[in-house]
């Protein structure tokens, strides 16, 4: 049993309430709140952690979206355009492959620890970062996915993948959580999408896809022309639109599903207000989207919105701290300190009900999952502002009431 008290404390929960010189107890979960001299006086047993004397503890960001396979890209894939990303992916994505070995990805992990991050949605495309994940004591949401445009190659698609998903689901446990991923309505044919969603259904898992990423993905799938048309012949000389982008996210009814990006989403009431979620890369979408994502829009209809880095293929950080800096100055239409609160909301609170995760608050119940920041004395309005503004490294990072050692 642990003690630790704190000089504020943002709680996370919907009304983001911010506490001032509070303590509570923790083992796996957060036992009790009050204040440090209550506490101790409670729990004579409990050892105290200590944390600087101008400490602020919240929550420990969750990153709903990462690509840990391409942590080794840096001046290689091309930014500006989409499709000229994409090609530039398939052309040096064995090469950054075989570069991401499990240290690396191991390294990427710490890295993302030490801002903050305690709970990732990885989304593994080939399985090669099975193994960092698995000893890694991040907590992992491991999205399997699966990809496939010619339906003459499904049966070896499906043999493939599924070794990888079986190997995953041997592995399960509290901190490494099997999860699946249809890539995206381009990229996967509709049996390959169908038999994914079995799975799923099957052992209750949750789902990840991204979905209307760009300006040429928007044109293939709703006119069925444009750049894709060209490109994907290339794969498959009949290929066409599987599906209408209404039609693909009616495929997800009833089941809990992660939608990354929708930039060029319009029609918000086609996702499911209880089941569906959009995970929002502002940084990616500005390198790959040409177009911003329409968070006003998205929040007033009522969605759960969270923030997810994408991986260094399209990005240059895994924080969440830089990843809510760039929201800051992209969305210029929200006034900033209310933005600020929302944003910190958007990356604990909202991506744990994405995810169905006992945590992203510090209420008493919840996983002892959470971060130990230095801050300056500040005006209490101000303060969610300036933490993003100023904060790079944390103190202390706890998951699962563990600290994490770097």
Same mark, same amino acid.
């Given at each position: 049993?642990?003690?630790?008290?704190?000089?504020?404390?943002?709680?996370?929960?919907?009304?983001?309430?911010?506490? %001032?010189?509070?303590?509570?107890?923790?083992?796996?979960?957060?036992?009790?709140?009050?204040?440090?001299?209550?506490?101790?006086?409670?729990?004579?047993?409990? #050892?105290?952690?200590?944390?600087?004397?101008?400490?602020? !503890?919240?929550?420990?960001?969750?990153?709903?979206?990462?690509?840990?396979?391409?942590?080794?890209?840096?001046?290689?894939?091309?930014?500006?355009?989409?499709?000229?990303?994409?090609?530039?992916?398939?052309?040096?994505?064995?090469?950054?492959?075989? =570069?991401?070995?499990?240290?690396?990805?191991?390294?990427?992990?710490? =890295? *993302?620890?030490?801002?903050?991050?305690?709970? !990732?949605?990885?989304?593994?495309?080939?399985?090669?970062?099975?193994?960092?994940?698995?000893?890694?004591?991040?907590?992992?949401?491991?999205?399997?996915?699966?990809?496939?445009?010619?339906?003459?190659?499904?049966?070896?698609?499906?043999?493939?993948?599924? #070794?990888?998903?079986?190997?995953?689901?041997?592995?399960?446990?509290?901190?490494? &959580?099997?999860?699946?991923?249809?890539?995206?309505?381009?990229?996967?044919?509709? /049996?390959?999408? /169908?038999?994914?969603?079995?799975?799923?259904?099957? $052992?209750?898992?949750?789902?990840?896809?991204?979905?209307? /990423?760009?300006?040429?993905?928007?044109?293939?799938?709703? $006119?069925?022309?444009?750049?894709?048309?060209?490109?994907?012949?290339?794969?498959?000389?009949?290929?066409?639109?599987?599906?209408?982008?209404?039609?693909?996210?009616?495929?997800?009814?009833?089941?809990?599903?992660?939608?990354?990006?929708?930039?060029?989403?319009? /029609?918000?009431?086609?996702?499911?207000?209880?089941? $569906?979620?959009?995970? $929002?890369?502002?940084?990616?979408?500005?390198?790959?989207?040409?177009?911003?994502?329409?968070? =006003?829009?998205?929040?007033?209809?009522?969605?759960?919105?969270?923030?997810?880095?994408?991986?260094?293929?399209?990005?240059?950080?895994?924080?969440?701290?830089?990843? *809510?800096?760039?929201?800051?100055?992209?969305?210029?239409?929200?006034?900033?300190?209310?933005?600020?609160?929302?944003?910190?909301?958007?990356?604990?609170?909202?991506?744990?009900?994405?995810?169905?995760?006992?945590?992203?608050?510090?209420?008493?119940?919840?996983?002892?999952?959470?971060?130990?920041? %230095? &801050?300056?004395?500040?005006?209490?309005?101000?303060?969610?502002?300036?933490? &993003?503004?100023?904060?790079?490294?944390?103190?202390?990072?706890?998951?699962?009431?563990?600290?994490? =050692?770097?």
């Amino acid at each position: 049993m642990f003690l630790i008290s704190c000089k504020k404390m943002f709680v996370c929960d919907e009304k983001f309430s911010i506490l %001032e010189n509070q303590a509570f107890v923790f083992e796996e979960k957060i036992l009790e709140f009050g204040t440090l001299k209550n506490l101790q006086k409670k729990y004579p047993h409990a #050892k105290r952690i200590q944390s600087p004397q101008n400490s602020l !503890i919240l929550p420990a960001f969750i990153n709903t979206h990462t690509h840990l396979e391409f942590s080794a890209n840096s001046y290689t894939l091309h930014f500006g355009d989409f499709l000229s990303w994409v090609k530039s992916v398939m052309h040096s994505r064995q090469n950054l492959s075989q =570069k991401a070995k499990d240290e690396l990805i191991l390294n990427t992990l710490k =890295k *993302m620890q030490r801002t903050g991050t305690g709970t !990732i949605g990885e989304i593994s495309s080939f399985g090669s970062d099975f193994q960092a994940c698995l000893q890694s004591d991040m907590r992992v949401i491991f999205f399997n996915e699966i990809l496939g445009v010619n339906q003459a190659l499904n049966s070896s698609k499906k043999d493939e993948f599924f #070794k990888r998903f079986q190997k995953s689901l041997d592995f399960q446990n509290e901190l490494f &959580i099997p999860a699946l991923s249809v890539h995206s309505a381009y990229s996967t044919n509709l /049996e390959l999408i /169908e038999w994914i969603l079995a799975l799923a259904q099957k $052992h209750g898992l949750l789902l990840s896809t991204h979905f209307l /990423e760009s300006r040429a993905e928007n044109a293939w799938l709703r $006119h069925g022309k444009g750049g894709f048309k060209k490109w994907l012949k290339t794969l498959d000389k009949n290929a066409k639109p599987f599906c209408h982008p209404k039609i693909f996210t009616e495929l997800f009814k009833g089941q809990r599903t992660l939608f990354t990006h929708c930039v060029h989403l319009n /029609e918000f009431e086609w996702l499911d207000l209880k089941y $569906h979620s959009i995970t $929002h890369c502002a940084f990616s979408n500005r390198l790959l989207s040409q177009k911003t994502f329409d968070l =006003k829009k998205a929040l007033k209809s009522g969605l759960n919105v969270h923030l997810g880095t994408d991986g260094l293929s399209s990005n240059i950080s895994l924080s969440m701290l830089d990843e *809510m800096r760039t929201n800051l100055l992209i969305h210029r239409d929200f006034e900033l300190k209310n933005f600020a609160k929302k944003l910190l909301l958007m990356a604990t609170f909202y991506p744990a009900k994405a995810l169905d995760l006992n945590l992203g608050s510090l209420q008493t119940g919840k996983s002892a999952d959470f971060s130990v920041f %230095e &801050i300056e004395d500040c005006d209490e309005e101000q303060l969610p502002l300036q933490f &993003i503004l100023h904060a790079k490294e944390v103190k202390k990072l706890f998951i699962k009431g563990k600290e994490c =050692k770097f």
